[in-house]
């Protein structure tokens, strides 16, 4: 399996910007980053973990939930091994553990039983 490090987390006040990293490593024999539809999951206390963004293996394809629509913007490099998402305009109820997931494709990168990978998580607070 994929093993994928996020990093850029933080505290930021509210209208504030932060940009998240997510390297991956140890893609199996006959595979690449390229292989995998990649996405961002979010968990706040007491709350399941969603979907925030997601992006096809080529990067031509993207997916947004509609409480981040227009404010957070996802992108990869696959000559990096890196994966993206640059969060503007910040809000309070953006605060949450940000998670780095590799899925089959972009839908499978959406969904939490269906991706294969997951980071170890980095938090994002957002103060009023």
């Known amino acids: 399996q994929v093993q994928l490090v996020e990093s850029g987390g933080g505290l930021v006040q509210a209208g504030g910007s932060l940009r998240l990293s997510c390297v991956a490593s140890?893609?199996?024999?006959?595979?690449?980053?390229?292989?995998?539809?990649m996405g961002w999951f979010r968990q706040s206390p007491r709350k399941e973990r969603e979907s925030v963004a997601a992006i096809s293996r080529s990067g031509s394809s993207t997916f947004y939930a509609d409480s981040v629509k227009g404010r957070f913007t996802i992108s990869r490099d696959n000559a990096k091994n890196t994966l993206y998402l640059q969060m503007n305009s910040l809000k309070p109820e953006d605060t949450a553990v940000y998670y780095c997931?590799?899925?089959?494709?972009?839908?499978?990168?959406?969904?939490?039983?269906?991706?294969?990978?997951w980071g170890q998580g980095t938090q994002v607070t957002v103060s009023s």
């Open positions: 140890g893609v199996a024999s006959g595979r690449t980053f390229s292989s995998y539809g």
């Open positions: 997931a590799a899925g089959p494709s972009i839908a499978g990168a959406t969904i939490a039983a269906t991706v294969r990978s």
